[in-house]
Each structure stands twice: as C-alpha cells, then as structure tokens.
C-alpha cells in the first residue's frame, strides 16, 4: 500500500494540552510515518477520517498564523504527544523546523520527543532555545525486536543521537517507551546510555483498541513463554506485574541516584510508588 500524504490547513498549531507535564502541545503532522505497531496514537483515525493502516498516511499541517509566543510565556509545550515530529516526511517538509526556529525568542520550557536520529539536523537551532529538552524513545536494545515493532531510527542511532545531543549541551531525556513486560530490560538500558542521559522517562505498554490483538498475537508467536504473562496482565486486567516493576524502577534508580520520573499511571500503582524525579 502507498503511503497517503496529505495538506491540510489549521487555524493553529497550539493545543490545550491534557498531559500531565505539559501545558500546550504541538503535532506538525497527523498520523505518523514510523508505522508503530503498539502506537496509542492510532485512535486518531477515528476522528480524522482515514482508513488507511496506520503508518500508511500522514497530513501535513499548514498553518499561516504565527506562534503566540505571549500565550507561551512561562508555560511549557511538548513536540509532539500524537505523532513523531522527526518522522521521515520531515525530512523534506521541514516543518518541525520551522517550528523551532519560531520558538527561538519563546519564554517557555519546550520538550521535543522522537524516534528519528533526524533530531540531530536541527541541532544548532534547539541550542538557541531558552529552555529545551529532546526525548528519545529507546524500550529495547534488540535491533531486531526494534524492526518487528516500528520503521524509526535504529537504536544504534538513537543512542549515538543522545549522545550527541548531550556533547552539545542540550538536556537529553531516555523515554523507555512503551516497556514490554519481560521484554525491555530497564538496567540493560539505563547501563548502556548513563553517560549521556540527563533524565529517564518510563512508561508501561498499555493495550487498548485493534492493535492489543495485534501485539498479543505477536508475543504468542514470538515469545510463547510470555504468553500467560500478557494474557494475566491485559485480558485479566492484573496489575501486580506494574506495581513490581514500579518498585524496582523507583529502588534501582534511587540508588544509583539516577533522575527519572515514572509515567505509569494506572490508579493503584500511583499509590504503591512514590512516582518522583531523584535527586542526584
């Protein structure tokens, strides 16, 4: 199937954000290009009208009004909550770019988040922000269990593009997302790319929607072993496994004075872990 690309315009590129660490976000694209087969982000079909599978159409926002750079004064904004803004279109597009470069005089905390080594273009431009943070998404250091889930950057890449970004004073973030029960090694992770990560973000693998059946089958055929796991945790609902996870993360993080924040957000783990960034 070919990829569907798209031009639609837009009053605005700022939305009222409802993350919890966010005031405002910004998605320079609908839908996204990396084709993840886990994406919470495919739910948009439903109110975008598209029937293409997910990962096989993109809508490029167009968008005359400038950025309120008033309306941003002291808040924060992350790029971007419902797609990757460094997906491959970018790459001829530039609109995150020129996203950035309207953010330049911004008095605002900006977060960008991606999976795309493609970050790294656009690197003298984020030094001029005020106040910038990149997030890479890294939930696996298996190149091939990378390329079962998603057509981004390979790890190799984002590992050498936190790195960079990190040699060039930027705050770099590890986003370990979505984490796989049994699959993603927190440690192996955190061990492997301390030396350049300023913080560690860390969020479960939530199934909801066609792509639960999707990664269940995936695990049955892939990992038969994790079956009865993946079957107790999302077709029984059991939340024991998080509530553990949660603990081991908090402790081994604590302990290593490694600065992290917890993002997974099911009610009763909320009460069972102290969900808090460390102090180094």
């Known amino acids: 199937m070919e ?4 031009y639609v315009k837009t009053n ?6 409802n993350l919890p660490a966010s005031d405002y976000v910004i998605n320079p694209y609908v839908g996204c290009l990396h084709g993840c087969k886990y994406c919470y982000a495919c739910f948009m079909k439903r109110f975008t009208n598209h029937h293409e599978e997910w990962g096989k159409f993109i809508d490029v926002k167009k968008c005359s009004k400038p950025i309120d750079l008033i309306k941003l004064e002291g808040k924060s904004v992350f790029i971007s909550s419902v797609t990757d803004c460094y997906n491959p279109i970018e790459e001829t597009e530039e609109l995150t770019q020129k996203i950035l470069k309207q953010l330049i005089n911004a008095n605002c905390e900006i977060t960008i988040t991606t999976k795309s080594s493609l970050v790294l273009r656009d690197i003298e431009i984020i030094k001029q922000l005020k106040n ?7 939930n696996t250091l298996d190149e091939n269990f990378k390329n079962d889930m998603d057509n981004a950057s ?3 890449d984002r590992i050498n593009t936190l790195k960079v970004l990190h040699d060039n004073g930027i705050k770099t973030i590890l986003f370990m997302s979505p984490i796989f029960p049994e699959i993603t090694s927190f440690t192996q992770i955190i061990e492997a790319t301390k030396k350049f990560v300023d913080v560690y973000w860390f969020e479960n693998l939530n199934l909801r929607g066609s792509y639960r059946a999707t990664i269940l089958n995936y695990i049955k055929k892939h990992y038969p072993n994790l079956i009865t796991l993946y079957n107790d945790i999302y077709v029984k609902n059991d939340k024991s496994y998080w509530k553990e996870l949660a603990i081991k993360i908090d402790d081994y993080c604590f302990n290593n004075k490694i600065k992290f924040k917890n993002y997974f957000y099911h009610e009763q783990i909320r009460k069972n872990t102290k969900n808090k960034l460390t102090k180094s």
């Not at 605005?12 to 954000?17: A, P, Q, R, V, Y």
């Not at 910038?132 to 890294?138: D, E, G, L, P, Q």
């Open 3 to 6: 990829t569907k690309i798209s």
């Open 12 to 17: 605005s590129l700022l939305t009222k954000s």
């Open 132 to 138: 910038a943070m990149v997030a890479i998404s890294i």
């Open 154 to 156: 390979s790890i190799a």
